[in-house]
């Protein structure tokens, strides 16, 4: 098992910025990546972000292309979400998950893919 802790949420103006960290742990050497979702109210789980444990990948959304910088911290296990820029429709609820397994393109995306799940950590951006 990984158990995964998000934090780092909270109320910004749009414009502003935040970080989220994610910290895991347990088994954590069974993963291979880590991702970042969101999901606002009454909408899907959306793929924010993509970062492997191992090497130099990471990923993103092509709507937080460019504002958003996902990145770990192999020593602590963490990894972090900085979001610059935020608009108001960045408002959700960020997850953060692990993956045991590979996966590629547009499969990335798809929450089935990842194995483990935090519990979530609200961000709200006000216009």
């Known amino acids: 098992q990984v158990q995964l802790v998000e934090s780092g949420g909270g109320l910004v103006q749009a414009g502003g910025s935040l970080r989220l960290s994610c910290a895991a742990s347990g088994r954590t050497f069974s993963s291979v990546a880590m991702g970042w979702f969101r999901q606002a109210p009454g909408k899907e789980r959306e793929y924010v972000a993509r970062?492997?444990?191992?090497?130099?990948?990471?990923y993103y959304a092509d709507s937080v292309k460019g504002r958003f910088t996902i990145s770990r911290d192999n020593a602590k296990k963490t990894v972090y979400l900085q979001m610059n820029s935020l608009k108001p429709e960045d408002t959700a609820v960020y997850y953060c998950?692990?993956?045991?397994?590979?996966?590629?393109?547009?499969?990335?995306?798809?929450?089935?893919?990842?194995?483990?799940w935090g519990q979530g950590t609200q961000v709200t951006v006000s216009s």
């Open positions: 998950a692990a993956a045991v397994t590979y996966c590629s393109g547009y499969g990335c995306y798809d929450p089935l893919k990842y194995d483990y």
């Open positions: 970062i492997v444990w191992s090497g130099v990948g990471t």
